[in-house]
């Protein structure tokens, strides 16, 4: 599926996909088929009714956990409000907080919408902040710090985080003569970005008929742009894609890779893309424990297992989820306190065993439903423990409001057109042409 941008976990239904699909033996979930403009909860019968507004499968009610709030506050139901795909339900949300009205108890915010909304929007949102039961600590300092305005009021608790690694297959690098343990093939790259790609010029010699090292010029970008301590903007909120060097070098260092052949030709998340893991076409991809469920769902049932998961050059994150209240919501206590117990450590620990979605609260890092996860398509390998490691050096980057316009015309309007032959200057021009166009500048 292909939204406004892919970069982000759920920007539509794909996330759903994901989640539902990630077969985790912690408590595997079964796909429901995901949501569209549909309502439902718990099935409590509260004499108060909490309404979330929400896009994709969150996983909450799938999880239980609405069943499980309602058991403990038998005067509540929880009823969810679903729009299928982020790039309808996000401007109709701030349609809503712009008129202050039509919101719901709860409203979820998008990681690539959260900045937009703390610099535009906090006046109409609650400081959840100042919440019984929440704290700061609970949460990844970054994650926090998202929602968080300059003068400290929190405007959404997280819930999930896409903490980068990369998945890898075991058959394909053993034909081409590389380790197929996850530690020693840690190794190859650690580090350092470029050492990924050298690792992928090693496999390119041996490469079994028709397979490329990795996926796409996208996923890669967005990888090693992920690990930056500044991409976009700097932490003023100036606009700084074009100066920062870290940018230019992730999208040269891309661009080298798509010239010597080791990017397949295709765009993520498109038709093209999805026959690509079907026909076991790439064997390795940038990978946040949700691109599991991904692969599961394209993937012949011959690939399961064959996958394993190795940590990234350098951490980075690649998704995420905030919990809102808006201040003219009709039980705007209630919600909070609801929200407070939705994004504790142990609910979060709970829906990464049965979602896969997971979690921004460290404390659930230590809870068993991480320690002893496992995913069908990496078999053995202790995916719980690989993510967390990730997620704990996961750096604090800004964000901006048009951060996913920028990421869009680097990859679709930029590093892809080396595939085509365009060179790497080429590339980049046509995509800064395509983004200050777009921004306006």
């Known amino acids: 599926m292909r939204t406004s941008i892919r970069r982000s976990r759920r920007l539509g ?6 989640a539902l699909t990630t077969g985790l033996l912690a408590g595997c979930a079964k796909d429901s088929g995901g949501s569209s ?16 507004g929400l896009f994709g499968t969150m996983g909450f009610k799938e999880a239980g956990l609405y069943t499980d ?52 929007q906090a006046a109409k949102l609650e400081d959840l902040s100042k919440v019984a039961g929440v704290a700061k600590s609970n949460w990844l300092d970054w994650k926090w710090q998202q929602a968080t305005t300059k003068d400290g009021q929190t405007v959404g608790l997280g819930t999930d985080i896409g903490p980068m690694a990369i998945c890898y297959r075991k058959d394909m690098f053993k034909a081409a003569g590389l380790p197929t343990d996850r530690d020693q093939v840690s190794k190859l790259w650690a580090g350092d970005w470029s050492k990924l790609v050298s690792t992928g010029e090693q496999y390119q010699k041996k490469a079994p008929k028709g397979t490329t090292f990795m996926d796409s010029p996208g996923g890669l970008l967005n990888a090693i742009l992920s690990s930056a301590s500044q991409k976009f903007y700097d932490s003023s909120g100036k606009v700084v894609y074009k100066t920062n060097p870290a940018v230019r070098s992730a999208f040269d260092l891309t661009a080298k890779a798509a010239k ?14 999805d026959q690509l893991i079907s026909n076991s076409k790439f064997a390795s991809v940038a990978c946040p424990p949700w691109m599991l469920g991904y692969i599961k769902g394209k993937s012949k049932a011959d690939a399961a297992g064959q996958w394993d998961v190795a940590q990234a050059p350098q ?15 009709k039980h705007v206590t209630e919600a909070e306190k609801f929200v407070a117990w939705l994004t504790a450590p142990a609910q979060q620990a709970k829906l990464f065993a049965v979602q896969g979605s997971f979690p ?21 390998a202790p995916i719980g423990a690989i993510f967390a490691q990730a997620a704990k050096s996961i750096p604090s980057q800004p964000i901006g409001p048009k951060d996913q316009i920028i990421q869009q015309g680097l990859t679709d309007n930029g590093v892809f057109l080396v595939t085509q032959g365009k060179t790497a200057a080429d590339a980049w021009n046509t995509a800064v042409k395509t983004i200050d166009n777009n921004l306006e500048q």
């Not at 795909?85 to 701030?94: D, F, M, T």
């Not at 951490?315 to 919501?329: C, D, I, M, R, Y």
């Not at 921004?360 to 053995?380: E, F, H, I, L, R």
């Open 13 to 18: 239904a794909l996330a759903a996909v994901a």
């Open 37 to 52: 403009d549909t309502s439902g909860g718990g099935g409590g019968k509260g004499t108060t009714t909490i309404t979330l």
């Open 69 to 120: 709030y309602e058991k403990l506050h038998p005067g509540i139901s929880i009823q969810e409000n679903v729009i299928e795909k982020n790039e309808n339900y996000y401007p109709a949300l701030v349609n809503h907080l712009t008129t202050n009205s039509g919101l719901q108890d709860v409203q979820a915010v998008e990681v690539g919408n959260i900045a937009e909304v703390v610099q535009t």
């Open 260 to 273: 010597e052949g080791l990017l397949q030709s295709q765009t993520q998340f498109q038709p093209g893309w």
């Open 315 to 329: 951490s980075g994150n690649w998704g995420g989820t905030f919990l809102a209240v808006p201040k003219s919501g």
């Open 360 to 380: 921004s609260a460290p404390p659930a890092y230590a809870m068993s439903q991480v320690t002893g996860a496992k995913n069908q398509m990496t078999g053995d």
